[in-house]
């Protein structure tokens, strides 16, 4: 129900946009959230946006680089990721939360895409 794509490989410094294609009726009922796992690390918290797409929360270590939002007509969530550091390597994962309960939690979520590998050369 959730398909993610728009990773690649890129420099550091470049940029990507994620996509996240939504087929949970009615999107705009659901908090949406982009998490990342690097090999052998756990999956981690990256951002979320709230069902209007007013509010908007990031991990340190994205904030001034990332920026989550939606389009709640295209059933769309993106992540645009600038100033991209070999550290961001990660399969980047969409998510669908019909909250109420904390963003940053994995277990938060109702459903997850498939993921979209993101590769940052030095």
């Known amino acids: 129900q959730l398909q993610a794509f728009g990773g690649g490989l890129v420099q550091a410094g470049g940029s990507l946009r994620l996509s996240c294609a939504a087929s949970v009726p009615p999107f705009s009922n659901y908090r949406m959230g982009w998490f990342r796992q690097a090999p052998g690390k756990e999956r981690e918290f990256v951002a979320a946006?709230?069902?209007?797409?007013?509010?908007?929360e990031y991990t340190g270590s994205v904030k001034g680089r990332f920026t989550i939002s939606r389009d709640n007509a295209k059933n769309t969530v993106y992540l645009q990721m600038n100033s991209l550091k070999p550290e961001d390597t990660a399969v980047y994962y969409c998510?669908?939360?019909?909250?109420?309960?904390?963003?940053?939690?994995?277990?938060?979520?109702?459903?997850w895409g498939q993921g979209t590998q993101v590769t940052v050369s030095s």
């Open positions: 998510a669908a939360d019909r909250g109420p309960g904390t963003l940053s939690r994995v277990d938060e979520y109702d459903y």
């Open positions: 946006i709230s069902r209007s797409g007013i509010i908007t």
